[in-house]
């Protein structure tokens, strides 16, 4: 059962092979893709990478204030993406969640670079969030193949995750005017056998965050079958460092493949999508016995759940399945019992990965990308179990017309941000 899935895994993961990447002219530091949105009508961005080997840029999208996306412009990170190694090659290079994220305290924008093993960050213009202007230069990731990023509540730390040979955490003091310093002693091993760039999905890193509390730094670790993954907690003491090891947290029996990783709020407990089974839940107030609270919760027809995101508005979490293009709705009880809601299908063969959700007005909107279908998919979450499809926005033809190389293969990352 177990190196079945472990087939089927990599199978999926490798079974959305784009034919070409789309023809464009010369990269530059910046292409235009629309003209600014009308004043008052963007109420926000949201932001994804193109990863590409030759060049990584951060694509910007005004969203307005029916949550509707429109494409703005796309920065050069000054460094370059890369793809994992899998046979055949497919969407989802990284294998991971959280490749760009935005801080709404820090008002900042922070990309992996996996190919050139760097971090760029970027400040953001608080009234016209899809303007970026980088900080500084990119500064080492300290490690290599680096694939997933986590601000703290503050904005003021930055931590990446290397998957590579060269595999743990590290730690950076944000500074809005000069960029990224190291922060000292968090720089961290995660000890996994890996090459550069990694091999998988299986046995890849693939999420870091920080607890609710911020006390914790969190790591997530898929398994090989029959051996399942694990959990890699580090602490955070007062003046920033890491606990010198972390603790090892394993899911419940029939865990095996722990993917991204959504705080459960006020619960001080994770749901992380897991590409073997479904998602599992983390009781982590009792992180070193076990809890009978913890569990392994079967999606049944799943084939790669592997990217989750929470609604503050209907209460429940949307985890994104690459392997059948299907949302799943999970409302998590106050016992931690996890329960399907109801699932949507959305395009057939797209290759769904990352996702967000924003708080716009009094509705939330997932943004999802569709690697594959090279377009964002946009939802509407109006109430538990009501959401449904308000947008497809398309991305190829608006980067072919920039001169913006886009290749469904190595599209990377979905973070938003919200005016105030």
Known sequence: MLSSTFVLFSVLFGSFVSASPIPIRAQNDMKMMNPRSA??????????????????????????????????RAVNTQGKGAHGQTSPLG????????????????????????????????????????QLTMIGQPVSSGGEFPMSLAFNKEGNKLCVLNGGKVNGV????VDQKKG???????????????????????????????????????ASVKGTPPTAGFLAMWNVQADGSLSENFQKVAPQKGGLLPFSMTVIPGKNAILATDAGLGF??????????????????????????CWSSFSPKTKNFYLTDIGTAMVTEVNVADNLKGTIVKQYPQGNNSGTIDNDIATVGKNDFMYIMAAN???VDVMSLNAPGKAQQVQKLDIAGPAKAAGLTVNPNNLQGMTTFIKK
């Open 39 to 72: 004043q008052g009508n963007t109420v926000g961005a949201a932001y994804f990478i193109t990863n590409e080997p030759e060049g990584n840029f951060v694509v910007s999208a005004d969203i307005g204030s029916d949550g509707k996306l429109k494409l703005r």
């Open 91 to 130: 969407p989802d290079a990284l294998f991971s969640q959280g490749a760009v994220k935005a801080s709404a305290a820090g008002k900042m924008v922070a990309t992996v670079n996996a190919g050139s093993n760097s971090v760029s960050v970027f400040s953001m213009d608080p009234q016209d969030p899809a």
């Open 170 to 173: 590290n730690c950076f003091i």
């Open 180 to 218: 990224l310093s190291a922060q000292p002693n968090a720089q961290r091993p995660l000890g996994i056998n890996q090459t550069t760039p990694a091999t998988g999905p299986a046995g890849t890193a693939s999420h870091v965050i920080f607890s609710e509390d911020g006390k914790q730094l969190i």
């Open 280 to 305: 599992d839940i983390f009781d982590m107030s009792n992180a070193n016995g076990g809890s009978t609270k913890s569990s392994a919760n079967e999606i049944k027809g799943q084939k790669a759940t």
């Open 373 to 375: 279908a090279t377009a």
